[in-house]
């Protein structure tokens, strides 16, 4: 018979709908689900509800993290380099290291994106363009500063 020490175990972390950290980025507004502390930064993922009309983040490329997008409801369209695509719910995007791409609401509903980020290192990212939105409109040139913080730059 063996004996199980419930001590030793990882805490399990369980958010609930009312729970995460929120963080307000212009029309999104973001809830923090996972940022790193529950999986040794393997991975993060966060929930985002991009108002009617968002347009969303100049194209750019992550060196170092992979991004997933599942849409939740809603339409969201996904541009990747020259190509353009609606995705609606129940539709995953995989955005792999290198890979130019950028996203916005193009419709007059709002839309829910799940995110993923593998490993985490992005999460931080969004705390701090949330603590630019409070100086006002990012400039691009304030934008790519943040980005570059997490190894990533503005595609063009």
Do not use: K
């Amino acid at each position: 018979m063996t004996t199980h020490d419930h001590h030793a175990d990882p805490a399990v972390s369980i958010v609930g709908p009312d729970d995460g950290e929120v963080l307000v980025l212009g029309a999104t507004r973001m809830r923090v689900l996972e940022d790193g502390r529950t999986t040794g930064h393997r991975l993060g993922i966060a929930e985002s509800v991009l108002a009617p009309r968002t347009p969303g983040p100049p194209q750019h490329r992550h060196a170092r993290h992979d991004e997933g997008f599942y849409v939740v409801s809603g339409s969201v369209r996904f541009t990747v380099g020259e190509d353009e695509h609606d995705a609606t719910a129940g539709t995953l995007v995989m955005v792999p290291p290198g890979a130019p791409h950028s996203f916005a609401n193009v419709t007059d509903e709002p839309a829910v994106l799940l995110s993923t980020f593998t490993p985490d290192l992005y999460v931080q990212y969004f705390r701090d363009l949330r603590d630019l939105f409070a100086t006002g409109e990012p400039t691009p040139r304030a934008s790519a500063e943040v980005m570059s913080r997490y190894a990533t730059e503005p595609a063009s």
